[in-house]
């Protein structure tokens, strides 16, 4: 009697054991929908995505020219990355502000604004390529892919080094609530 429910149980585990792993197969391998074709994008996915460390971006640029080609790709980079980068200092302001409560709230907002943007063109001068590619096409074009980044530790250490020394801001600026409300924002971006 043992024999005839333990051999029904085998069988069952398996057949529920294959169909797992059959189920897992066909769960990767998706088929494109009909008529579509999957493109491959040279120095973008998940590796090139911001996230609590570093801001990254990645664009490209294409032209009849190679190095016109990198400009154009590296130039919209840099403006893909500033504008990440602004957004999360605009956040890291808004927050620190409103948290330390200060009695003249815009005229000390205005001047951690100016403060950053001038930090900020520094820095992207010290910004890093992590992938770069080139590819010429069917027509002749040069087409290159390029991927950014810029540590959130670098930026918020010369944000402030900037900072303190503003004589009004340094009364009320305290860093260490700053570079947690800095990397508040930095947490929120893609992990």
Known sequence: MKMNITLPVVALSMLFATSMTSCKGKKNAQAAPA???EINVPCSGPD???NKDYFRSNNLGE???QATSKKKAMSN???DLASSIQTTIKGTIDNYVN???FNNREEVEERFEGLTREVLNQELRGVRTICEKVFKTAEGNYKTYIALEL???ELIAAMNNRLSQ???LRIDYDYEKFKET???EMAKLRQ
């Open 35 to 37: 008529g579509e074709v």
């Open 48 to 50: 090139y995505f911001s």
């Open 63 to 65: 032209s009849l020219d």
């Open 77 to 79: 980079a840099r403006a």
């Open 99 to 101: 948290s330390r409560e």
């Open 151 to 153: 540590s959130g530790q």
């Open 166 to 168: 503003d004589e009004h």
């Open 182 to 184: 800095f990397e508040a």
